[in-house]
C-alpha cells in the first residue's frame, strides 16, 4: 500500500504499516456487487482483462476435450462431436448470458467461464 500511514478511525493515532502486500479481485459492479470508492482505489494499482471472445472460449474447450478424447483412447471419429459439444455448450452459456439478466428478485443469475467448465467436465 503507497501511503504507509494509516489512521485508527476510534482515536485517530497513527499505524505504520510496513512490509504489506495486498491482493485483491473483483468483478464488475453489478448484480448485487459494489464498486469501491476511489479513495480506497488509489492506494491500489488496478490491472483489468478483458473477458474472452466466444471463439476463444470454443478453442480453448475445445483443445481440451480433444486432449481428453485422445488421452483416453477413443476413436478419432469422436474428435468433431467434441466440437459439436463445445459448440452447442457455447451457444447455451451466450444465451444464458444474454436472456437471463440478473435482477434485485434474481440475483443469482449470474454465469461465468465456471458454469461452462463444469458443463464441459460433466460431459468428460
Known sequence: LDPWNWYDLKDTSRLGLTDIQLICAMGPPGGGRNSITQRFQ???HTISMNDFGTDTNKKIFN???EWHLESRGFAPAFQSVATDIVTATA???EGAIANLL???AKSHYLFNL????RVISGIM
Open 102 to 104: 440478473p435482477t434485485p
Open 91 to 93: 451457444d447455451v452459456y
Open 42 to 44: 488509489r492506494h491500489l
Open 63 to 65: 483443445r481440451i476435450f
Open 114 to 117: 465456471r458454469d461452462f467448465s
